[in-house]
Every structure is written in C-alpha cells, then in structure tokens.
C-alpha cells in the first residue's frame, strides 16, 4: 500500500464522515505551542473540510493562538496559558480560542502588524471577541457545505 500525503479526492468543501470528537487542548501561551497547536487543529480539520477551507480555518486559529502568545502576557514574566476548543454542531465548525491574558489594543499606524483581526473576520462565517479581566475569548463558526453521500 502506497500513501501520499497531502492528496485528497474529496471534492472541494465536502466533509468527510464520521465528524473527529471535539478538540480540547490547553498549554503555556508561547509561540512555539501556538505553532504546534495550528498542526494539531490543521489535522482535525481535514476530516471536515477540502484543503482550501483547511488552511483557511488553520490560519484564523493560529492568527488568534499567536496573538495571545505574542501580545496577552507583555506584562508579566512567565506566560499565561491559552485554550483551544473545536468541535461541530448544527453543520458549522465552533472554535473558540481563550486566554486568561491582557487584551492590548492593536497599533492603530500602518504596517505590516495589525491585520489578523480583519483576516479571521473574512475566512470565518462569524466572529466574534470577548474581552474581560479573565482574559480574550476569540469565538469563530464557519458554515460547513451540505454533506454529500458519495
């Protein structure tokens, strides 16, 4: 048996069956668990969804997973942590993303920072941000396509 990753014969935004359980991981809010945590999500979201909408969904995650390694914690020494939490209902991916840092608002001056926000508003069916003194919640839902019986 030969196998190749990275090729698919789903057809483009249909889901496989059976859906993955949901996806609930918690770790220190640093670069490098954010990176891991984008691998970690990207797999599961392969059993949804075609490659495009993949990668779409990965980099909103880990747009909002590398926001709070790199900005929540500014203020203290050791970092906080940050939870990950995927799962589907009612045909949409619910992601929600949270850490019990600071919120810090983005730089209002022009440059290459400050475009994560508006990206997660386009690739996502919804977003939408809880700030609080607990921390950032970042809750994302993305419409899946009609499941096709093959």
């Given amino acids: 048996m030969v196998r190749c990753e990275g090729l698919t014969s789903r057809p483009p935004g249909v889901r496989t069956l059976p859906a993955p359980p949901p996806l609930l991981v918690t770790v220190p809010a640093t670069v490098h668990n ?9 797999r599961w979201a392969e059993a949804l969804v075609d490659d495009d909408t993949a990668d779409d969904l990965t980099l909103v995650v ?6 709070a390694a790199e900005h929540a914690f500014t203020t203290q020494q050791e ?10 209902a009612d045909d949409e991916v619910l992601i929600t993303i949270t850490d019990n840092g600071t919120w810090r608002t983005p730089d209002t001056l022009p440059g290459h920072r400050g475009r994560g926000l508006p990206l997660i508003h386009q ?25 096709r019986a093959d």
Wanted: without cysteine.
């Fill in 34 to 42: 954010a990176t891991a945590l984008r691998r970690t999500f990207r």
């Fill in 62 to 67: 880990y747009e909002a997973l590398a926001n």
């Fill in 79 to 88: 970092p906080g942590s940050m939870w990950l939490h995927a799962s589907i």
């Fill in 123 to 147: 690739l996502t069916t919804h977003a939408h941000l809880q700030l609080d003194p607990q921390g950032t919640t970042v809750r994302l839902r993305h419409q899946l396509p009609p499941q």
